[in-house]
């Protein structure tokens, strides 16, 4: 993937950078790049911009994207999505309203890194705080489901559940119909939320 350019330091990290942008499908935020790749800021910011230059990478609302057609969102990030747990939402919630509440937003110890494209749902993803793993929030008209991530959080299932547990909690406190929202009165549901086999997607 050098397209062109020499092998050399920065060369290697413009090709980390882009092959991390083809592989979300979506937008990544400049920290959620940074912490994916280990990157130091200036290293990553003089990196944008020569893709950018390139006209590989355009920076648009919320991060960065790669200006190539992409694989598979399924496989993008390292690893296939594994269904931990289901929220079905009130009828007539909105999924841009859903977006507007959490992306973006760091919740405990789970920071955002931006939002990649599912197809049917959109796919909003955090990283822990110690880099070892992400959590992928799936939106929906009618429900959310919160994914982990196959062979992440340092090879431990429990700690990959443990992030996707603390995404759910706070994903839901986000969601409760606000003060102005009269007329919305079902409540939040959750449908798959114990430890066990995968969860159908």
Not at 102 to 120: E, Q
Request: glycine letters at 14%; a neutral charge.
């Amino acid at each position: 993937m050098n397209r062109g350019r020499p092998a050399s330091a920065p060369a290697r990290l413009d090709d980390r950078v882009l092959a991390t942008l083809e592989g979300s499908a979506g937008r990544l935020a400049f920290t959620g790049l940074r912490r994916l790749l280990g990157a130091h800021p200036e290293s990553l910011s003089r990196s944008l911009h020569r893709l950018e230059r390139e006209g590989l990478v355009e920076r648009v609302d919320g991060g960065y994207r790669a200006l190539v057609a992409p694989p598979s969102a399924g496989t993008s990030h390292g690893g296939e999505r594994r269904a931990i747990a289901r929220v079905e939402l009130p009828p007539g919630t909105s999924v841009d309203d859903l977006t507007e509440r959490v992306a973006g937003r760091w919740f405990g110890s789970l920071r955002w890194v931006g939002a990649i494209d599912g197809g049917s749902e959109r796919l909003l993803v955090w990283s822990r705080r110690d880099g070892l793993g992400r959590v992928v929030l799936g939106l929906r008209p009618h429900e959310i489901v919160v994914y982990g991530r196959e062979g992440e959080a340092g090879g431990d299932p429990g700690e990959a559940e443990d992030a996707a547990y603390e995404l759910l909690y706070h994903a839901v406190q986000a969601f409760r119909p606000r003060p102005d929202e009269r007329g919305t009165t079902a409540a939040l549901l959750v449908t798959a939320g114990t430890r066990g086999p995968p969860v159908d997607n």
